[in-house]
């Protein structure tokens, strides 16, 4: 099993930046992929960002590219998200998850990640 702790979230005008990071723990060699989600009120969640085991990947939905950077100490015990250029649409809670996906495909997909943190919320004000 794998734990997963979020911080860094908060408030933030439109325009303004913001960096989350999940503190990683437990049986990571398990898995091969760690990821962003966010959901908003009313919402399904959705995947944000990606990066494989290695680093050596990195995925992103259209929404956040360009904008966001997914990142990973060479340990792999922190995962990082930087967020910058932020929108009122950004706005939601955001959760990191780890995953032993079995094709990439997958990696916007919630079901196929088994470990998931608590979230830290993110609110845009425009």
């Known amino acids: 099993q794998v734990q997963l702790v979020e911080s860094g979230g908060g408030s933030v005008q439109a325009g303004g930046s913001l960096r989350l990071s999940c503190a990683v723990s437990?049986?990571?060699?398990?898995?091969?992929?760690m990821a962003w989600f966010r959901q908003a009120p009313g919402k399904e969640r959705e995947g944000v960002a990606a990066i494989w085991a290695s680093g050596a990947y990195t995925y992103y939905a259209d929404s956040v590219k360009g904008r966001f950077t997914i990142s990973r100490d060479t340990a792999g015990n922190t995962v990082g998200l930087q967020m910058n250029s932020l929108k009122p649409e950004d706005t939601a809670m955001y959760y990191c998850a780890a995953a032993a996906l079995r094709q990439w495909s997958e990696w916007s997909r919630a079901e196929a990640y088994r470990d998931w943190g608590l979230g830290t919320q993110v609110t845009v004000s425009s």
């Open positions: 437990g049986a990571t060699n398990s898995r091969n992929a």
